[in-house]
């Protein structure tokens, strides 16, 4: 076990208050050696991440700061590339929401040097006419959203994680099981250590192995797509433009970046059908680049450069249930949306900080954070964002991918629509800032 960060007793901590609860309701099961938590976090992720922050937060001096416990399978360091499995390649769109999200949990400060911002954010469907474009200026905000590299904010996470004094941080150990008792969770981990909490919450990302221990299935929706992820160096700069192309074969996606080496760079997201989604992967750099270009055209000018290329598969995965006694589910692990439209973690951020804040009102109650009646007061505040969101980006993708000539003409009219109509847009660009869904109060 590497313990980077353990700061079992914060300033503030509830221990006792977590002893007493499980102590009365376990019938002595409290009595053990093991350490006791309000609340620990599997997965130190960009969702576990910014829970621990959200929920140790400095608070008044009548609330109670959580005893919180943040896992880590990955050794967590400041040296090399973030070892997380969340910060990959990929790149990660922040909306304007999240972004003030992470202002207030003092993450962004860290993020903002390599975050570039969206002024512009232009639909288009391959071959057909209309244009839509979300302007920032329109909506009244200096950016739309900003885009950064998952090691970028792996890098940030990480330093935030390795210096904060609010919770206590493990890396480089693995959960082996989580066993119900009564009154919260044990936690037991490969090492033979036990720790009990309140509550647990996975945070380890989508196929979550503990999930599925524990009888939790993951309904699965295949897109028959995968994803090519790269960076691209273009000829022109992108002035804070994103790019959404809708063709034949999948959305094609070019991001901002902020340049690098003299480079003008945009992030790739470029969808295939799986089976020939291996090849494009394959292709030499020439060639790549080539069908690039035939596919987006001349808006960059030449595209010159081709980064490391990378390929997911596509589908979109939501848990059965995302809570139990003394048990939620957050992030990929509740669900994993089609990147298309940029809203995976911006989801999972507003569904994490909505969790720290009932967690927080629990314990200003005296109660258990994992006690269902709050657990269900959580759920049904965030079940109208996550159905409004993934039903937005599942449908979005089935209208634009279909070959049908009836939505085909449905396509053609409601980006004709939105581009006559400014109150349309405006709709359109809360929901892409995410201030259309639920607000993002911390207290």
């Keep these: 076990m590497t313990a980077t960060n353990d700061k079992p007793n914060p300033p503030g901590a509830t221990v006792a208050t977590v002893s007493d609860k499980l102590s009365a309701a376990g019938a002595g099961v409290a009595a053990t050696n093991d350490a006791l938590y309000d609340v620990i976090v599997i997965g130190a992720g960009m969702v576990g991440a910014s829970l621990a922050c959200a929920l140790t937060r400095p608070a008044s001096a009548q609330q109670a700061v959580p005893r919180v416990l943040l896992l880590e399978a990955a050794p967590i360091s400041l040296q090399g590339a973030p070892q997380q499995p969340g910060f990959d390649s990929r790149s990660t769109v922040l909306s304007a929401s999240s972004v003030d999200a992470l202002q207030n949990l003092a993450l962004w400060p860290a993020l903002q040097g390599d975050a570039e911002p969206i002024s512009t954010i232009v639909v288009s469907d391959q071959g057909r006419f209309g244009t839509v474009r979300l302007t920032a200026a329109e909506a009244g905000v200096a950016a739309l959203g900003h ?15 390795l210096q904060a004094d609010t919770f206590a941080l493990q890396s480089g150990v693995r959960v082996q099981r989580l066993q119900p008792i009564p009154g919260g969770m044990r936690v037991l981990l490969e090492d033979g250590t036990a720790l009990q909490a309140a509550l647990v919450v996975l945070a380890e990302g989508g196929r979550s192995a503990l999930a599925a221990q524990l009888g939790i299935v993951q309904q699965e929706r295949p897109y028959g797509q995968s ?7 273009c000829e022109r700069p992108h002035a804070g433009y994103a790019w959404e192309r809708f063709t034949p074969k999948g959305p094609l996606a070019l991001l901002p970046l902020p340049d690098h080496a003299g480079e003008h760079r945009c992030a790739l997201i470029w969808t295939h059908p799986a089976a020939k989604a291996e090849a494009v992967l394959a292709l030499l750099e020439n ?31 939501v848990a059965t249930e995302q809570v139990r006694p003394a048990l939620v589910l957050l992030g990929n692990a509740a669900h994993t949306l089609h990147p298309v439209a940029g809203q995976g973690f911006n989801l999972a951020l507003r569904d994490a900080v909505a969790l720290a804040r009932h967690c927080r009102l629990a314990l200003a109650a005296g109660e258990s954070p994992g006690a269902m009646h709050w657990l269900r007061r959580y759920q049904q505040a965030v079940t109208p964002d996550q159905k409004l969101t993934i039903d937005f980006s599942h449908h979005m993708t089935r209208l634009f991918a279909s070959p049908n000539p009836g939505a085909a003409l449905a396509r053609q009219g409601g980006m004709l629509s939105l581009e006559l109509f400014p109150p349309l847009r405006h709709i359109l660009a809360r929901q892409a800032m995410g201030y259309r869904q639920r607000r993002m109060a911390l207290q």
Aim: glycine share 12%; charged share 20%.
């Design 147 to 161: 885009v950064v590299e998952n090691g970028a904010l792996g890098r940030a996470f990480n330093s935030a994680l």
């Design 227 to 233: 994803a090519v992820i790269s960076n691209i160096a």
């Design 287 to 317: 060639e790549f680049l080539a069908r690039l270009q035939r596919e987006f055209g001349a808006g960059l000018g030449a595209l010159r450069k081709a980064g490391r290329r990378a390929l997911f598969p596509l589908a979109l995965s």
